[in-house]
């Protein structure tokens, strides 16, 4: 069992106990943010004089071989020797290069080491979700464009409420996917600054020059307080709000998605790439993405609460528990990147049923409220139109019929302010190209809100 702290005891520790302290088996992953950090370090303390310029390249050098060699897996992590990913790369460094490689930790502690590693890799997280979201942006645009005049009905409480288009209706979710991609960018430039140099909470004796260190991983600068540098999970727990509010955006556009694909909406075909079937129904055709993404939600819901619990009562600086930081948020970050890239697939192959969708408008009477809106028109206050159009509203249920179908007389019964104009005036493209404010689902609206998304997109390129 390879430790880096072996001197004080005089007995190893109880193989169990390794074992459940030890995090190779997960920390594994940061083998490329360990080597870099390192890299940097070492750099940083030539500059200084701490180190010897062929020492300093000695290392470097042992180091990007192990880095190497791990890719091409001639070299391979035996989780069985030891604790963490910091002791693998040491101690594999030790054994190639001697005892030059001893000097490596120096001015540094697992601490800061470990914030640092956490940090490179979350940062690199972030800028994946954001190109992820940014695609998923595209694929929505794409659809909003060809669906400026594709009428369904819009709802409130799952009740058909005013006609609207299948471009306004995926316009919502541009502007959830819009803010979550803005949240990228604040968790980005909040979170670039580097622990290196904080050793285990108080600093270093040593002359470090941590601004030279952060520079070189293209950090903003040095964080400001050595406690807070191995203590702070803020950015995490950032991060993982942010990917639990994704999730919560992805859901319910499945769930829609789920319900629009049910027998009783038919308003989309899912690819069948994107779907399965039945192991005792042929005739089933099941939308399984949406429905794996719904319920990934809840799991990514669960790693943020974890890390919030775990951090919630730890005293400064380092604890050890802080080591729980990392499957939480490794499960988040993996659960979040395969839903983006499965959802997105999705919809970009997703077909619309757009005559029945228009149908299904038309027989919600989602154009109520621009008949009481035509009374309106007509010298009727609203709240007496309102009331004309409720008992109207109750003849076409009781009649199995719609507003639009009913005969001049039969609406005259009603109220003698109705005239021939009505059939145009609750007609789903006049109640929809009506609208016209910005924001509006009317088709010259919509069009001004789509050359705002273009530009949007074309202008935000992916962090970093």
Same mark, same amino acid.
């Given at each position: ?9 005089? +007995?190893?520790?109880? =193989? ?7 995090? @190779? ?9 360990? *080597? ?13 004089? @701490? ?12 180091? +990007?071989? @192990? ?5 091409? /897996?001639?070299?391979? $992590? ?34 800061? !080491? ?44 799952? !009740?058909?409420?005013?006609? $609207? ?5 995926y316009g919502a979710y541009f502007e959830m996917f819009k803010r979550d991609r803005q949240r990228m960018t604040d968790i980005y430039r909040r979170m670039n600054y580097c622990p290196l140099g904080a050793g285990a909470l108080a600093g270093t004796t040593y002359p470090l020059d941590r601004e030279y260190s952060a520079e070189l991983m293209g950090f903003d600068g040095p964080t400001l307080n050595s406690m807070d540098s191995v203590a702070d999970r803020d950015y995490l727990i950032e991060f993982l709000a942010a ?8 859901? =319910?556009?499945?769930?829609?998605? $789920? ?10 075909? *899912? ?8 192991? *005792? ?7 399984? $993405? ?11 819901? /669960? ?9 919630? /009562? ?5 604890? +050890? ?23 997105? /697939?999705?919809? =970009? ?48 249920i009781e009649k199995n019929t719609s507003i639009d179908a009913l005969s001049l007389n039969e609406l005259k019964e009603i109220s003698d302010k109705f005239e021939d104009d009505i059939y145009d005036a609750v007609s789903l493209k006049t109640c929809v190209n009506k609208r016209l404010t910005i924001g509006a ?5 919509? =069009?001004?809100? @789509?050359? !705002? ?9 992916? *962090?970093?």
């Amino acid at each position: 069992m390879a430790q880096l702290w072996g001197g004080r005891f005089t +007995k190893e520790t109880d =193989r169990m106990v390794y074992d459940f302290n030890a995090s @190779i088996g997960f920390d594994k992953r940061l083998i490329s943010q360990d *080597i870099e950090g390192s890299i940097a370090h070492v750099s940083m303390l030539a500059k200084q004089g @701490i180190l010897t310029d062929s020492e300093k390249n000695l290392i470097l050098k042992g180091l +990007k071989e @192990i880095s190497e060699d791990v890719k091409s /897996g001639t070299l391979v $992590i035996d989780e069985s020797k030891y604790e963490d990913i910091h002791s693998f790369v040491e101690a594999t460094l030790i054994a190639r290069i001697g005892d030059t490689g001893k000097k490596l930790h120096t001015g540094r502690s697992r601490n800061d !080491q470990v914030a640092l590693d956490m940090r490179l890799y979350t940062r690199e997280q972030v800028k994946e979700t954001d190109a992820l979201l940014k695609a998923l942006l595209e694929a929505i645009l794409a659809t909003m464009e060809e669906n400026t005049e594709t009428f369904m009905p819009g709802f409130t409480h799952l !009740q058909k409420a005013q006609p $609207i288009t299948l471009a306004h209706h995926y316009g919502a979710y541009f502007e959830m996917f819009k803010r979550d991609r803005q949240r990228m960018t604040d968790i980005y430039r909040r979170m670039n600054y580097c622990p290196l140099g904080a050793g285990a909470l108080a600093g270093t004796t040593y002359p470090l020059d941590r601004e030279y260190s952060a520079e070189l991983m293209g950090f903003d600068g040095p964080t400001l307080n050595s406690m807070d540098s191995v203590a702070d999970r803020d950015y995490l727990i950032e991060f993982l709000a942010a990917l639990a509010t994704i999730m919560m955006h992805l859901s =319910r556009f499945s769930e829609e998605i $789920i319900i629009w694909n049910s027998n009783e909406y038919q308003f989309v075909e *899912i690819d069948d790439a994107y779907s399965t079937g039945s192991s *005792i129904m042929p005739q089933k055709k099941n939308p399984d $993405i949406a429905e794996l993404v719904r319920g990934k939600t809840g799991r990514v819901y /669960g790693d943020l609460m974890s890390l919030l619990t775990t951090m919630k /009562g730890l005293p400064l600086a380092y604890n +050890k528990d802080m080591q729980e930081d990392k499957e939480v948020a490794f499960d988040a970050m993996d659960t979040v990147k395969d839903c983006l890239t499965l959802f997105t /697939g999705m919809i =970009r192959t997703m077909k619309f049923k757009k005559e029945r969708m228009a149908v299904s408008a038309m027989n919600g009477f989602t154009n109520a409220t621009d008949a009481a809106d035509y009374l309106v028109g007509k010298g009727v206050p609203f709240r007496d139109a309102h009331g004309i159009i409720g008992k109207l509203v109750l003849y076409c249920i009781e009649k199995n019929t719609s507003i639009d179908a009913l005969s001049l007389n039969e609406l005259k019964e009603i109220s003698d302010k109705f005239e021939d104009d009505i059939y145009d005036a609750v007609s789903l493209k006049t109640c929809v190209n009506k609208r016209l404010t910005i924001g509006a689902p009317g088709p010259e609206a919509m =069009r001004k809100v @789509i050359e !705002q998304n273009k530009k949007y997109l074309a202008e935000n390129e992916i *962090i970093g």
